[in-house]
């Protein structure tokens, strides 16, 4: 038995993707559980993934309330950055602004079912591509802080998807017949003059392999809250996904701070 206040899991740019579930100074490798039986067992606990108190009920991605309204990892930028004020020194933390919006930031077109444009530090290339489940990603901007990044996003979303159906990416195993370098050349023309300075230069294209063994032909998003317990034997981890043959999946990132125990 492995007892967590869930997190989302660590990753690993290996093929494929190595996937490790951390709860203090215990670890559990994901990736050895595929084909196995487990059964998850929410307790009913909660704890904010800042401050740690025990409560009712949390915000975002497992904040209580009063570090949901304070907390800089949970600030409106988070979800918007082109709506980050750091640049002018307007922030609920400047230090942890230094070191996570007033730092160089990539835009980039993304191909998980479909092709999407996204905004990530640089601190989190890879990571942030894998959680969203990606196949294909390339470079297309590069900007000394957050807002400028996110920005160009807006400027780019009236002509490309931001978003991801999380259905139709984790039953997506090829990546569709998208030419990114295309693509790239594409959104450079759309952009705003005063934009295309920031243009990146890297063509490379990052692809990634996910452990999926098989898929089931549908599948039903868990949620903890109406369904504390249930069992399956895990078949795919993609994104911050577990998939089972019975076709439930549980987004781990969504359920941070529910305290758990997974049997195997």
Not at 43 to 53: E, I, L, M, R, S
Request: net charge positive; with cysteine; aromatic share 10%.
């Amino acid at each position: 038995m492995f007892e967590a206040v869930l997190r989302k899991m660590k990753v690993q740019d290996q093929r494929p993707v190595h996937y490790v579930l951390e709860s203090g100074d215990v670890a559990i490798d994901v990736n050895d559980l595929l084909n196995h039986q487990i059964t998850f067992e929410h307790t009913g606990d909660k704890y904010c993934v800042k401050c740690g108190a025990k409560v009712n009920k949390l915000y975002g991605e497992g904040f209580c309330y009063k570090c949901f309204i304070t907390a800089p990892e949970a600030d409106v930028c988070i979800i918007h950055p082109e709506k980050c004020q750091a640049h002018l020194g307007i922030s609920r933390d400047m230090e942890w602004s230094k070191q996570n919006c007033l730092i160089d930031h990539f835009v980039y077109l993304a191909v998980t079912d479909h092709l999407k444009v996204g905004v990530t530090r640089l601190n989190q290339v890879p990571n942030r591509w894998i959680d969203q489940g990606a196949l294909k990603v390339i470079k297309l901007a590069r900007t000394p802080y957050r807002q400028l990044a996110g920005l160009i996003e807006v400027d780019l979303k009236q002509y490309f998807s931001d978003k991801t159906n999380w259905k139709r990416m984790l039953l997506t195993t090829e990546p569709p017949d998208i030419d990114l370098i295309e693509q790239k050349r594409k959104a450079a023309t759309l952009l705003k003059p005063e934009f295309r300075q920031y243009l990146e230069l890297d063509n490379t294209i990052y692809s990634f392999e996910y452990p999926v063994l098989y898929l089931p032909e549908k599948i039903t998003s868990v949620n903890l809250d109406k369904t504390p317990g249930f069992s399956g034997k895990l078949i795919g981890i993609k994104g911050q996904y577990l998939i089972f043959d019975n076709g439930l999946v549980i987004n781990i990132r969504k359920f941070s701070g529910y305290f758990v125990k997974i049997y195997t």
